[in-house]
């Protein structure tokens, strides 16, 4: 039997990460062991300041000693204290279920960052212009460079860099790093993110070159659906290169007035707007030696920056993938169409000729209208428009710096290329893979890509409504639906905890939290030619930081992210109360449950309910108000046991009571009636647990019947998509959520899908082959909400969920929910403990079904089977088979428990059979 060893060793959430500011972070790995019941059953931690030390089995900052415990992630680094700079390489060793110890780990690392703000020695730089962007002609990209002098013996060179805006930096002609937007998009008023970079490689002995561009990225570009909006007029740069030799001594290069500053080849460029390069500016070598920078100026000492200058502890954005265009097809007056075959987001790279001076211009769009043509209506005020200059002469390649695009479709005219001199660039926040789901039914597996890259294509920093029009904001109501989709999708504990402080950042000093975050304080809208908001503290979308802090929870069990924003959770519920105390909440104007479908008439509804419905929501405000306020106290609730506030647990549990009670007394009848009587409302209700045991029934009779007079079609909205499936699937309803899965006509998932859609579209009604394009004012191709039903297609078509008693997925829950129409699935989830696999096919009478649990780790299996028949396990019935154990039957189901290790399960399958 092999030894139980630990890898995927991961300092906060993080492979080997750089310049991090927690002083005390925690460290984590999964055990690995390929027997069955392989189980941690002590560890061994040590953390030394250089490989050497370590290989010998030292750990001169930390040795934690035999540790007895079967936890493996989450553990708090408890050596000597840490000092800016300083590396930190640790290695564990464990112990297995029979007490053997194993062998040591492979070496992670990590680096502390400044610790302190008086530690950054540098100045910001940059070169102003008081020319004022427009849409056409935002403003253009600044140059800077200086050379410097290098001492023989480098021990190790560290930079440490942040812009108020973006930035490239280069050492010697070579670029440092892979990320393409940093820093990324925070409230600057309040923060901004440096990164930090191991450039020892980069440096050479004598004269070195340093050289940055700068772009104005989200800091002083267009951003958000105002117009132009800015946080700063002019981006800078903020460098500090530290040096150490080996004979002890270090030097230290900053940004200072001995920089040199020029415009260039990028003469304007924005993130929404596009960007114009023109090739005949190029300064070849200016980021290098030897440059003749005579002609440049002296960098502008710009405004010393007074909010918090933090590490970047979360994936950085970088290209991820690159594609080729599917069809390159042309179009009168010498424009062509390129496919990608893919709506994405990033950019092209295109490999060109054209006389010099020749202007070639790139058009992006989602999808094309009916004569084939882009169609951009839908981008309202963004561009996205690419522009090259050619210099003329031998082919050249153009590829933009400081902007990205949601886009499948480019229209290119006024240059010459092939289909193969064309390449898709896909950019997203760089998260690892966590679950893959392939089925039976192909329809059903485009849905599951669809999700997937419209995530991809929204994951950009902050999980962002669209990439492709002039929003792009990181919409609350959005992300708090889908966050356990995107959990089961990529590793999201990191990017997530990122945004969660943009939330706090953003909370109003009453405690209200804003609709997106980062906040951009716009003017007031017209709001259904009556009222006016302010994108603050809405039901569904301020609510967002308790959920998704709930939801990384159960996730990954992270306590320090429900700890870290409880008092702003507390304001944000106190806000609320503060308003409403008597338990309803019915402000106006909302959202509602967002794009939501008709169930009768609007005449009729708005005749009935007045201000509280509005055409994108027919569930009363004021029932989906007072639900959310409800829920959030629950989860407060929850939060505070978890965090062992007894008395603020019993607080908010009778504050839910409080208003639930006014929930039932107001909107719930005794036939189980709902105010409002829409699907939302139902399943909001029954998912929130706001309804007394003895209605529960008659209300689920109520949602069922709803879903049935409507043809087997589900006319929620962003919100209520969320609880349908899982309301239906819970209470023995199964075979009507595989039915709303499966639906093929309009509204429904594969609807779109059969209309081409590679990603999810904002609304159900996106494109019709009866209505056409839907109102361009709000009509994105790429946006993820009613992708929530990926969390549902794990769970039960995958069958990978965690048990409810615990969280993090120590223990989990294995339960496909069969539907005859699948005859098959594949899935796995790479969970914070390791690789989670499930494959299961119905086979001529019999579900079999392979399972693959990590080491320590168990889980509770669910097997379909007729009551009487025998359950095999790899040819031995599963009551006698090694490991597992029989606990009894449920909802046709044999449920075992089981340890880690590979089952094989076979039994007879007592349902029905159809085609996929």
């Known amino acids: 039997m092999e030894r139980l060893t630990a890898g995927r060793l991961r300092t906060e ?265 023109d090739a005949r500016l190029e300064m070849p070598g200016w980021n290098g030696l030897s440059f003749d920078d005579s002609a440049w100026v002296c960098v502008d000492i710009m405004y010393d920056y007074r909010g918090w200058l933090v590490s970047q502890m979360s994936r950085t954005i970088r290209v991820t993938e690159t594609r080729q265009p599917v069809e390159i097809r042309p179009l009168q007056d010498g424009r062509v169409i390129i496919d990608m075959g893919q709506n994405m987001a990033g950019w092209i790279a295109v490999t060109l000729t054209g006389e010099p001076g020749a202007r070639c211009t790139f058009k992006f769009g989602e999808v094309l209208d009916d004569n084939g043509q882009l169609y951009t209506d839908n981008l309202r005020l963004a561009r996205q428009i690419d522009t090259y200059v050619c210099r003329g002469g031998t082919a050249e390649t153009f590829e933009p710096t400081f902007t990205y695009h949601g886009f499948r479709y480019v229209e290119a005219s006024g240059a010459g290329f092939a289909i193969d001199d064309v390449m898709g660039i896909v950019v997203h926040s760089d998260l690892p893979v966590a679950g893959e789901l392939e089925t039976s039914h192909p329809l059903v597996n485009q849905l599951i890509s669809n999700i997937r890259w419209t995530q991809r294509a929204n994951f950009m920093s902050v999980p962002t409504d669209c990439p492709q029009r002039d929003e792009r904001h990181g919409w609350t109501g959005d992300a708090q639906i889908f966050a356990p989709t995107a959990a089961y999708n990529m590793d999201v504990a990191a990017f997530f905890a990122k945004w969660l402080v943009d939330l706090e950042d953003a909370q109003q000093p009453t405690g209200a939290f804003t609709d997106f975050a980062p906040f951009i304080f716009g003017p007031k809208t017209e709001f259904d030619n009556d009222f006016t908001y302010t994108h603050t503290a809405s039901s569904g979308w301020a609510d967002a930081p308790i959920i998704v802090a709930w939801s990384m929870y159960e996730t990954y069990g992270d306590k320090k992210i429900l700890s870290k924003h409880y008092e702003a959770m507390k304001k944000w ?133 709803k879903i049935e007079q409507a043809g087997g079609m589900a006319t929620t909205g962003f919100h209520g998509t969320k609880f349908l499936m899982s309301v239906l699937t819970k209470n023995g309803h199964a075979e009507l959520a595989y039915r709303l899965l499966l639906r093929e006509a309009y509204p429904s998932w594969l609807y779109s899908v059969n209309q081409g859609a590679t990603t999810i579209w904002e609304r159900w009604d996106g494109w019709t082959k009866d209505g056409g394009f839907q109102d361009p004012g709000m009509n994105s191709f790429s946006h993820f909400a009613f992708g929530s039903v990926g969390e549902w297609l794990y769970r039960n078509v995958g069958g990978i969920d965690r048990d409810p008693s615990e969280p993090g997925y120590r223990k989990l829950l294995i339960r496909p929910r069969i539907n005859g129409r699948l005859t098959s699935a594949r899935c796995t989830y790479d969970s914070l403990y390791g690789p989670v696999k499930t494959d299961w096919q119905l086979i001529q009478g019999e579900f079999r079904l392979e399972v693959i649990i990590p080491a320590n780790v168990s889980a509770l299996v669910y097997i379909p089977s007729v009551e009487g028949s025998d359950v095999l396990e790899d040819d031995t019935l599963a009551i006698a088979a090694r490991n597992v154990e029989l606990l009894g039957r449920e909802d046709g189901c044999s449920v075992y428990r089981i340890a880690s290790g590979t089952y094989r399960f076979v039994s007879v399958y007592g349902g029905t059979n159809y085609k996929s």
């Open 13 to 277: 959430y993080l492979d080997d990460p750089l310049g991090i500011d927690v002083s005390a972070p925690r460290l984590g790995w999964i055990a690995v062991a390929n027997h069955r019941g392989a189980k941690q059953t002590a560890y061994r931690l040590l953390v030394a300041t250089d490989q050497k030390t370590l290989d010998l089995d030292l750990g001169n900052l930390w040795d934690s000693g035999k540790i007895e415990s079967e936890e493996s992630q989450h553990i708090v680094y408890e050596g000597t204290e840490l000092v800016s700079g300083q590396c930190a390489y640790w290695k564990v060793q464990l112990w297995d279920e029979a007490g053997n110890g194993g062998n040591w780990s492979s070496t992670a690392m990590w680096s502390m960052g400044l610790l302190a703000r008086d530690q950054w020695q540098g100045s910001w730089i940059g070169l102003k212009n008081d020319h004022k962007p427009t849409k056409e002609q935002p403003k253009p990209s600044i140059y800077l460079r200086r050379d410097f002098q290098v001492r023989k013996g480098v021990k190790r060179a560290t930079a440490y860099a942040t812009a108020l805006g973006l930035y490239r930096l280069y050492l010697n002609g070579k670029r440092v790093g892979n990320d393409v937007f940093s820093p990324e998009w925070t409230d600057y008023h309040v923060r901004t993110q440096y990164q930090t970079y191991d450039v020892t490689g980069l440096l050479q002995e004598g004269d070195n070159a340093a050289g940055a561009t700068l772009g104005q990225g989200w800091y002083a570009g267009y951003i958000g659906m105002y117009g132009f909006q800015k946080y700063g007029m002019d981006p800078s740069f903020l460098l500090q290169l530290n040096i150490e030799y080996e004979d002890g001594t270090t030097d230290c290069l900053v940004t200072d007035e001995d920089w040199k500053a020029s415009h260039g080849p990028i003469v304007s460029s924005d993130l929404q707007m596009g960007e114009t390069v």
């Open 573 to 705: 519920v106190g806000f609320n109360w503060k308003q409403f105390p008597g338990g309803i909440r019915k402000d106006v104007p909302q959202y509602g449950d967002w794009l939501s479908v008709n169930e009768r008439p609007f005449e009729e509804v708005i005749a009935e309910f007045g201000r509280m419905v509005s055409h994108h929501s027919t569930t009363p405000y004021d029932i989906f108000s007072t639900a959310y306020m409800a829920y959030n106290a629950k989860l407060l609730s929850d939060i505070a046991g978890v965090l062992g506030m007894t008395a603020d647990q019993a607080l908010y549990a009778k504050r839910f009571a409080m208003i639930r009670q006014s929930f039932i007394e107001q909107f719930v009848d005794e036939q189980g009636s709902i105010k409002g009587d829409t699907q939302t409302a139902y399943a909001m209700a029954l998912e929130m647990d706001l309804l007394p045991d003895y209605l529960r029934s008659a209300v689920l009779e109520k949602l069922v019947s």
